[in-house]
T-cell receptor, first 115, second 110 residues
Framework: GEEVAQTPKHLVRGEGQKAKLYCAPI?????VFWYQQVLKNEFKFLIS????????ETGMPKERFSAKCLPNSPCSLEIQATKLEDSAVYFC?????????????FGDGTRLSIL | RKEVEQDPGPFNVPEGATVAFNCTYS??????FFWYRQDCRKEPKLLMS???SGNEDGRFTAQLNRASQYISLLIRDSKLSDSATYLC???????????FGTGTRLAVRP
């Protein structure tokens, strides 16, 4: 599509439950990025993919967080055994590879609330 | 020290005012620079890219000084609809993550 599509818009989970978020990048964009934005407005980079390959995972917490981008499927970010501090808005972004240093285009985000 | 530093504001200005935001970055190898706008914790939207030669888009002018590692955004004739958080964003290279400043909040009053 012409926009980055994220689902669901809102997700509520009890502490300890699993949360799974989805992202469909703009058609033709081969880079996908996940960011976490918490209350103080700071964006934390989590992970990026080039097509289905992990490109940079330096921001991913070592435990509980995992992500995939499989062919012909939306990308996903999964959090196992959620904690209160996982409450945040999770943004997905995509960018093309046909030109250098292009800006990233963001989806609407998924607001995750852990109770 | 943060990689991208911005004055958090808020800047509270009347309609029609001119307002300027500044940003500094620490990674001298950074290749691309952008201003994004974020409304009420919605998704960041690209406002404009920033080039060394300076660039203008209507009421918005952006400037980059690579020697000083400094980026600016000037908004002329502020409108109520300009009220938002303005994010200074730096890209090290193609495919790399974006590094965000904490944003500068602008409130334009009637």
């Amino acid at each position: 599509g012409e926009e980055v599509a994220q689902t669901p818009k809102h997700l509520v989970r009890g502490e300890g439950q699993k949360a799974k978020l989805y992202c469909a990048p703009i058609k033709g964009h081969s880079y996908v990025f996940w960011y976490q934005q918490v209350l103080k407005n700071e964006f934390k980079f989590l992970i990026s993919f080039q097509n289905e390959n992990v490109f940079d995972e330096t921001g991913m917490p070592k435990e509980r967080f995992s992500a995939k981008c499989l062919p012909n499927s939306p990308c996903s970010l999964e959090i196992q055994a959620t904690k209160l501090e996982d409450s945040a808005v999770y943004f997905c972004a995509s960018s093309p590879t046909d030109r250098l240093n292009q800006p990233q285009h963001f989806g609407d985000g998924t607001r995750l609330s852990i109770l | 020290r943060k990689e991208v530093e911005q004055d958090p504001g808020p800047f509270n200005v009347p309609e029609g005012a001119t307002v300027a935001f500044n940003c500094t970055y620490s990674n001298s190898a950074s290749q691309s620079f952008f201003w994004y706008r974020q409304d009420c914790r919605k998704e960041p939207k690209l406002l404009m890219s920033v080039y060394s030669s300076g660039n203008e888009d209507g009421r918005f002018t952006a400037q980059l000084n690579r020697a000083s590692q400094y980026i600016s955004l000037l908004i002329r004739d502020s409108k109520l609809s300009d009220s938002a958080t303005y994010l200074c964003v730096v890209l090290a290279g193609s495919g790399d993550k974006l590094t965000f400043g904490t944003g500068t909040r602008l409130a334009v009053r009637p």
